[in-house]
């Protein structure tokens, strides 16, 4: 519903062609690949590939694409991390409906947007995780055991528990699942 509503608002717009839609991220990278959209319009979560996964993806493969993040995270991690990935833009749901065809304009044309207040508090806590912690935390997220997680990622037992410690630590919890908790509402994992 939401997908077809906000289809129907950019068809509105005069100057706005919308080429495609997707139902979850995997089919929006092939929509994306095939299309070649000035723009692709992404929340954060969605069913196989995330929003972050998709900007870095179509980033690698040199798409020409401008990535532009809706969502209803107001979480100073995930807009940092979006602009680390490639996202040119980053807004929230309850952005007025010109204020988001002007953003999608902006960034159509080279431009960068993010939400003003989001922006301004996204620089004042950092991200403490490094790209394996996170990892592990994912897989902790996904229900996945240390002996689990060390298979997939091809770790011993001890390496899994030394970056679960330190993620623990870092985030400030008493232990992996309210370390997953932390990180996500910090926008970290």
């Given at each position: 519903?939401?997908?077809?509503?906000?289809?129907?608002?950019?068809?509105?717009?005069?100057?706005?062609?919308?080429?495609?839609?997707?139902?979850?991220?995997?089919?929006?990278?092939?929509?994306?690949?095939?299309?070649?959209?000035?723009?692709?319009?992404?929340?954060?979560?969605?069913?196989?590939?995330?929003?972050?996964?998709?900007?870095?993806?179509?980033?690698?493969?040199?798409?020409?694409?401008?990535?532009?993040?809706?969502?209803?995270f107001a979480r100073p991690g995930f807009l940092r991390r979006a602009l680390e990935v490639g996202a040119c833009g980053y807004l929230l749901k309850d952005t007025p409906s010109q204020k988001l065809a002007g953003a999608i304009r902006h960034v159509a044309?080279?431009?960068?947007?993010?939400?003003?207040?989001?922006?301004?508090?996204?620089?004042?806590?950092?991200?403490?995780?490094?790209?394996?912690?996170?990892?592990?935390?994912?897989?902790?997220?996904?229900?996945?055991?240390?002996?689990?997680?060390?298979?997939?990622?091809?770790?011993?037992?001890?390496?899994?528990?030394?970056?679960?410690?330190?993620?623990?630590?870092?985030?400030?919890?008493?232990?992996?699942?309210?370390?997953?908790?932390?990180?996500?509402?910090?926008?970290?994992?």
């Amino acid at each position: 519903m939401v997908l077809g509503a906000l289809a129907a608002l950019l068809k509105i717009e005069g100057d706005f062609d919308v080429v495609g839609q997707a139902q979850d991220g995997r089919e929006a990278l092939v929509l994306a690949q095939k299309l070649d959209p000035d723009v692709v319009l992404t929340d954060i979560e969605m069913p196989g590939m995330s929003g972050l996964d998709l900007a870095a993806e179509l980033k690698r493969r040199g798409s020409r694409s401008r990535v532009v993040i809706l969502t209803t995270f107001a979480r100073p991690g995930f807009l940092r991390r979006a602009l680390e990935v490639g996202a040119c833009g980053y807004l929230l749901k309850d952005t007025p409906s010109q204020k988001l065809a002007g953003a999608i304009r902006h960034v159509a044309a080279g431009g960068r947007m993010a939400d003003p207040e989001l922006a301004a508090t996204a620089w004042t806590e950092d991200d403490p995780l490094t790209d394996r912690e996170r990892e592990v935390l994912r897989l902790v997220a996904d229900g996945q055991s240390g002996a689990e997680i060390a298979r997939e990622l091809h770790l011993s037992d001890g390496t899994v528990r030394n970056y679960l410690s330190d993620a623990i630590s870092k985030v400030g919890a008493r232990n992996r699942i309210e370390a997953v908790r932390i990180a996500r509402e910090k926008g970290w994992l």
